[in-house]
């Protein structure tokens, strides 16, 4: 079993900035890819932004593209969300998880997912 543990949200103005942070308990051997999506109430999860494990390659919903940037640190088992330019609409619950397989931009593909940290952007 994986543990996932999201913090760094918060309460900001439209504007700001926030970075999320997603520590896995263990090193997690195999994981292709690391994402995070996100889910306002009575909406389905859509996906936000993955990175793949080796090779650096990302991936971002077109909604976020050029505002939030993902990255990963190998060493410390940690996946980075650095929100830019927040707006009021992407106020909502943000969860990481992991994938073994499959598409990045399935939540299908993931395996394991934290309990979300809440973003709230105020205008």
């Known amino acids: 079993q994986v543990q996932l543990v999201e913090s760094g949200g918060g309460l900001v103005q439209a504007g700001d900035s926030l970075r999320l942070s997603c520590a896995a308990s263990r090193r997690i051997f195999g994981v292709y890819k690391m994402g995070w999506f996100r889910r306002a109430p009575g909406k389905e999860r859509e996906f936000v932004a993955a990175w793949r494990w080796n090779g650096d390659t990302t991936y971002y919903a077109e909604s976020v593209k050029g505002r939030f940037i993902i990255s990963g640190d190998n060493a410390k088992n940690t996946v980075y969300l650095q929100m830019n330019s927040l707006k009021p609409e992407d106020t909502t619950v943000y969860y990481c998880?992991?994938?073994?397989?499959?598409?990045?931009?399935?939540?299908?593909?993931?395996?394991?997912w934290g309990q979300g940290t809440q973003v709230t952007v105020s205008s």
């Open positions: 998880a992991t994938a073994y397989s499959g598409s990045a931009y399935d939540p299908g593909s993931y395996a394991y």
